[in-house]
């Protein structure tokens, strides 16, 4: 059995938000979610990276962070190393120099503003390294090369990475052209950074150089091929929205592969960490913010938001229904619409049907919600909770001023507004009593028509 080949993943995370025209670093920007350098992350955790070391610069503060927490499968939480001064892309993988003397079997380095990338990109270039490759380089095809360095391989190996600008015309005929993204031979790695010099026009380090320097050592270098969205890198604001559109059609193909129907998939907005259970049904125009969990055999409506919420088999959400974070939905319960639930429990079979709001709130099973009731929830300082037994019956137009219980199998009529506890069983009005004056209405009338005058 061949020994488990270790592995260290670089992050190029030092960009700026200054083309983004925005005070938030760059990799910091979302997609689906997550800042898209925790993307690259995932990417890199994926394909085995023991260890994450993330290079970073200006607003260094904000993405350490930003994405300190990030959840990794198998890699531990990242290292930060700060590159002090911008002077090109070896220079910032030398900026980790003390985890690539650790002596990783392969060294990957990607960069934090390719939120696309796939795993598969890079255990493709791991599996080159296996295979004696010193450095494999990551190359796509885009529909136009125009701007983008050329590879230029010879008898199956990759002899120079060629800048545009320095190509002869047939080699801006090659479609093949640099990701940026490559994979070195840990025990090539840090001999041949060090080897890079920075006789340019910039005086700056390339991370490409190293190709030529492995070349003229005799050390093997190939290019393995990648999609052209792994290597799609964001600059501005218009290309952060084309990997989000990109990045939705992915996670809503895994669902519908999954067993989820969306009804209408382009108009469904999915989380980095969304999760629907198959026969579930989610109509068109819902929005799944982070944090929601949706069992087996629901039904979303159109126009519903979900945010932070758990949501059990069968139940049934919205139309146009708001769920908050802390909002849980049980087994076959019914939010309907024009409700908002937050921070509350409505237990199985339980109906909130229309215009409600029910906030710090526990609803017990098989409890109705009558229209436009309120759990009235805060009282200016804190925040105060509502608790409804089983079975109960809560009116029409019913205000419930928390801290408050109603007991199960109670019946509260509508129009009520209650202060105090319900007992099990009992009947509660909370409401004036209605006095009626036989021809006052036509009195007040005339008397407000004559002041209008």
């Not at 220079?91 to 690539?100: C, G, K, P, Q, T």
């Not at 039904?299 to 708001?322: C, D």
């Not at 001023?401 to 507004?417: D, K, W």
Request: aromatic fraction near 6%; charge should be neutral.
């Amino acid at each position: 059995m061949n020994k488990k080949r270790s592995c260290l993943a670089i992050i190029l995370a030092a960009g700026e938000g200054t083309r983004m025209k925005s005070s938030l670093p760059k990799v910091l920007h979302p997609v689906g979610g997550l800042p898209m350098a925790a993307h690259v992350m995932a990417a890199a955790d994926a394909s085995g990276a023991d260890a994450l070391a993330l290079v970073v610069g200006n607003g260094a503060e904000r993405v350490r962070a930003a994405l300190s927490e990030v959840p990794l499968r198998g890699a531990p939480a990242p290292e930060f190393f700060v590159q002090t001064e911008r002077l090109g892309t070896a220079h910032a993988v030398l900026a980790a120099r003390a985890a690539i003397a650790r002596g990783y079997d392969d060294v990957l380095v990607a960069f934090g503003d390719h939120p696309l990338l796939e795993s598969a990109a890079l255990i493709e270039a791991r599996a080159r390294l296996a295979e004696g490759a010193a450095v494999a380089v990551l190359g796509f095809r885009p529909s136009d090369p125009s701007g983008y360095g050329r590879l230029i391989e010879k008898e199956g190996r990759l002899a120079a990475i060629r800048e545009e600008k320095d190509c002869s015309d047939e080699e801006r005929k090659i479609a093949f052209c640099n990701s940026g993204i490559m994979a070195v031979a840990g025990g090539s790695a840090l001999a041949l950074l060090e080897a890079v010099g920075n006789g340019n026009a910039k005086g700056e380090y390339y991370l490409t150089d190293i190709v030529e320097i492995a070349n003229s050592r005799g050390l093997p270098v190939v290019a393995t091929e990648i999609s052209p969205e792994s290597a799609f890198g964001i600059n501005n604001r218009a290309q952060l929205a084309e990997a989000e559109a990109v990045w939705q059609a992915r996670r809503r193909r895994e669902l519908m592969l999954a067993g989820v129907t969306l009804v209408d998939p382009a108009t469904v907005y999915l989380s980095h960490d969304t999760e629907i259970g198959p026969d579930t049904v989610v109509e068109p125009n819902v929005w799944f913010g982070p944090g929601v969990r949706v069992g087996s055999g629901a039904r979303i409506h159109a126009f519903s938001y979900l945010e932070g919420a758990t949501v059990e088999s069968g139940a049934l959400i919205g139309p146009f229904a708001r769920l908050r974070p802390g909002a849980a939905i049980k087994e076959k319960a019914k939010v309907g619409n024009f409700c908002e639930i937050k921070n509350a429990e409505v237990g199985p079979g339980a109906k909130v049907p229309h215009l409600s709001y029910i906030g710090d709130a526990a609803i017990g099973a098989a409890a109705n919600i009558g229209a436009g009731t309120v759990t009235c929830n805060y009282d200016g300082y804190a925040k105060h909770r509502t608790e409804i037994g089983a079975g109960a019956f809560i009116g029409t137009h019913t205000s419930l001023v928390a801290p408050i219980t109603v007991g199960t199998g109670a019946y509260v009529a509508s129009g009520s507004v209650l202060t105090q506890n319900v007992p099990d069983d009992a009947l509660a009005f909370g409401r004036a009593r209605q006095t009626t004056y036989e021809g006052r209405g036509k009195a007040l009338r005339e008397k407000l028509s004559a002041r209008k005058r």
